[in-house]
T-cell receptor, first 115, second 115 residues
Framework: KAGVTQTPRYLIKTRGQQVTLSCSPI?????VSWYQQTPGQGLQFLFE???????NKGNFPGRFSGRQFSNSRSEMNVSTLELGDSALYLC??????????????FGNGTRLTVT | AQSVTQPDIHITVSEGASLELRCNYSYGATPYLFWYVQSPGQGLQLLLK??????LVQGIKGFEAEFKRSQSSFNLRKPSVHWSDAAEYFCAVGYKPTGFQKLVFGTGTRLLVSP
């Protein structure tokens, strides 16, 4: 069974641009959550989706948004990029439970660099 | 506020020696507890989890962890470290205070294995 797939692996963007990251969960998994990983802040929760509905949201500005499609694939979008948005963005899926009480299966992440 | 502490940023262990990585959390009730491992350029992989029951849990790759309620700790152990265990290890704590779900990661401990 294929794991969690994130595309692209690397992105370089300029301040002020916007970016869309994609995540395909493990087949059959309905819950997808997103995390931002930086050396300074560590792993920070962005949001969680289940059956196309946002179930939970972290403390990030409105420039960060996401959605989930009927096939459970998810995208996250960051608008008006800032230098501080440079990070590894990780997507994780779980079978049905919520991120706080279920084993998560992570993708290898998208490395976003904002210049 | 709830928090997760991994007091050791780096740990160096000789190959074949035993390992213990510390994790402490602050939360009144028993949370959901996880240990994840991240190799360079990769996402996180679940090592083990504790939800309830026997406080000593076994995971993959020969790892185990013990939940100690009185100390609010969930330390990870391995009796004999292999060079391939060099990676970063994250403790994560999930809880649901007053209906709001949270999954918080510790700042991680980087394990170096010396020959």
């Amino acid at each position: 069974k294929a794991g969690v797939t994130q595309t692209p692996r690397y992105l370089i963007k300029t301040r002020g641009q916007q970016v869309t990251l994609s995540c395909s969960p493990i087949s059959g998994h309905r819950s997808v959550s997103w995390y931002q990983q930086t050396p300074g802040q560590g792993l920070q929760f962005l949001f969680e989706y289940f059956s196309e509905t946002q179930r939970n949201k972290g403390n990030f500005p409105g420039r960060f948004s996401g959605r989930q499609f009927s096939n459970s694939r998810s995208e996250m979008n960051v608008s008006t990029l800032e230098l501080g948005d440079s990070a590894l963005y990780l997507c994780a899926s779980s079978l049905a439970g919520a991120a706080y009480n279920s084993p998560l299966h992570f993708g290898n992440g998208t490395r976003l660099t904002v210049t | 506020a709830q928090s997760v502490t991994q007091p050791d940023i780096h740990i160096t262990v000789s190959e074949g020696a035993s390992l213990e990585l510390r994790c402490n959390y602050s939360y009144g009730a028993t949370p959901y507890l996880f240990w994840y491992v991240q190799s360079p350029g990769q996402g996180l992989q679940l090592l083990l989890k504790y939800f309830s029951g026997d406080t000593l849990v076994q995971g993959i790759k020969g790892f185990e962890a013990e939940f100690k309620r009185s100390q609010s700790s969930f330390n990870l152990r391995k009796p004999s470290v292999h060079w391939s265990d060099a990676a970063e290890y994250f403790c994560a704590v999930g809880y649901k205070p007053t209906g709001f779900q949270k999954l918080v990661f510790g700042t991680g401990t980087r394990l170096l294995v010396s020959p």
